[in-house]
């Protein structure tokens, strides 16, 4: 798999390793409930109480991986949305000083001084 941003060739230890760890272990509840879900269906035609014990644990662990991964995209989310916030207009102002810049009414006048002399 190739890593689109720094164009070089991903190994499967990489891959897992930028995983979150939430993700990690919902994968794993995953695997375990799907696991379960073989005896359940299989004790349903032997002994019904079995059964309802491996359809619990079942479902559970279907539940808690679901729970698990919503938690981690929520969380992926309130990031996403803290890092899209808007700039105040003193710290646009400042980007502006940085590069040379001027904004919206500052940039007006210049443009009309700019016409004026040509």
Known sequence: ?????????LSTKEIVKSIPALTKI????FII?????????????????????FAGIYI?????AISLT???I????KKDRESDK???VDQLR??????????GVENEQHVERQRSFG
């Open 1 to 9: 798999m190739k890593n689109k941003k720094a164009g070089k060739d």
């Open 26 to 29: 919902a994968g794993i509840f």
């Open 33 to 53: 409930g799907k696991i379960h879900f073989i005896p359940a269906a299989a004790f349903a035609l032997i002994n019904i109480n079995t059964a309802w014990i």
């Open 60 to 64: 559970f662990c279907i539940v808690t």
């Open 70 to 72: 919503l938690i981690d």
């Open 74 to 77: 929520a969380r992926f989310n």
């Open 86 to 88: 808007v700039p105040s």
């Open 94 to 103: 400042k980007w502006a000083e940085q590069h040379n810049l001027t904004l």
